[in-house]
Structure formats: C-alpha cells, structure tokens
C-alpha cells in the first residue's frame, strides 16, 4: 500500500516513516511533506495514496483545510500533539487519531484498520463507497486558476487576462508583464500569493524575482555552471537566470 505523510517537524517525519516501515513492511512512504502548501500542491497533481498520514496543526495552517479543497476519500491516521480535534477528525477520513509520541503498538492497530478499508471495500459504509467509486471512476476537473488580473492605470481598473501575462517581475514592486510588453503594477504583495494563483502547467517560478509563461520563451542557454539562461520573446527580450539547483525541474516542465 502506498502512504503519504505530512509533517511539519522533519524529526518526527522520519521518525514515523522508520515506525511504519518496521510495524508494516507492505506500506511504502512515497513521500512527506512538510507543509499545507505543499501538500495541496501535490493532490492538485498526483493520484490518492491509499493511507494519508497527517499532522493537525502544521506550521502554515490546519490541515483540515485539505478536506475543504479536496474530496479525499483515502483512510486517513491523524498524528498530532493535541487531542481537542478528535471529534473533528472522524467527522471527515479519520480512521485513528495517535497523540505523539506514537506507540508502535497503536500505529500498527491504526493500519490495519486502514488495510481492511482498502483491502475490502464492501463493507464500508455507503457515503465512504460512493467517496471510493468516484476516485476509481472521477470527473475529472481541473484545478481553478486565476482567469484575469486587474491592474489600475491612471486611477482606471483594467482586467488582463492571464493568458496573455508573459513573466511575472519582482523589482522594488511587483509587476506583470504582457507577451505586448505592457508592463503593469501587480497589487499583490510578494510573488508566492501570485504563484499560488496560477497554473503551474503553464507559469514556472524561475527564481525569487521571475514568475514565466511556458509560450514566453524563446530560447534557454545551459552554462558551464549548470545554471541556465532564459531568454524571452520580443519585444520583452529579457535574459532570466535559473539555477543549477532548480535546472532539473525547469527541464522536466519545459519539455513535456
């Protein structure tokens, strides 16, 4: 069976994943994560695992905001520190709720209770079969993005629709650029709000002042470095630097 953890304390992650693996020797850990941030940007591109093990209280937010987002259907194993959530987690996947520290006892309990959910399927209850049913069979729709952006120009509100936004600038403000070379004041504050708007299919974070479109580059030039030059369209032309950290993923968006 497949696993996911989220986690915010790196220690307890790895001490949980090595727990796991020792109580259980079927269930892989295919990954953790540290934040709600990032685990809501992997539902929005990866498949359910088949157990969800998950912190309550994470750094950037209460992870029951995922439940909010995402109809998940998966048995989920609640591993916290505090104990006044309990009611609320069985009101959504919770299968067992373990106070940290976990004993490995416990643990090995919450999984198979998880195992005879994913492993027999008829006897769960009707709502959680029809929760099953439409992940095995979804309709699929894809994440909303933000459609349009609206600038002001000359005490004037303009919409821009994104599609036609080429690079996203941190300078001393933030500014949106078009694939015309219109350049607009952006009112959002730092990038990251503005990232989290968008389709990261079509927009990469190059570095900590670029946000680009897929169909704004012209060209990309690798260094001995292995850091890489990104060169836009006209009438922008402008030369953005990716880093060597950041190349291999760069990579992998741009040729898909």
Known sequence: ????????????????KNKISFVAADVEVIET???????KKWFMQNA?????????????????ELFEQYQLSCPVIFTTAYDEYAIRAFKVNGVDYLLKPIDENDLKAAIDKCRKLVGNKSKLPND?????????HPQIQPPLYKEKFI???????????????ACF?????????????????SDFTTLEDIEELLDPKLFYRANRQH???????????????????????????????VSREK???FKKWLDR
Not at 33 to 39: E, F, Q, R, V, W
Not at 153 to 164: A, M, R, S
Not at 169 to 185: A, C, P
Not at 230 to 235: R, W
């Open 169 to 185: 600038v941190r300078e001393n403000l933030n500014y949106l650029y078009t694939f015309n070379g219109d350049k607009y004041i």
């Open 247 to 249: 190349a291999p993923s």
């Open 1 to 16: 069976m497949k696993a996911l953890i989220i986690e915010d304390e790196s220690l307890i992650a790895k001490e949980l």
């Open 33 to 39: 994560l540290p934040s709600l941030k990032t685990a």
């Open 48 to 64: 359910e695992p088949d157990i969800l093990f998950m912190d309550i209280q994470l750094s950037d937010g209460v992870s029951f």
């Open 128 to 136: 959680i079969l029809q929760l099953l049913n439409n992940l095995q």
């Open 211 to 241: 946000i680009i479109h897929i169909n704004s580059i012209q060209s990309v030039k690798p260094h001995e470095n292995q850091k890489l030059a990104v060169t836009l369209k006209g009438p922008l032309k402008m030369e953005i630097d």
């Open 151 to 165: 600038v002001s120009v000359c005490n004037n509100w303009i919409p821009v629709e994104t599609k036609d936004i």
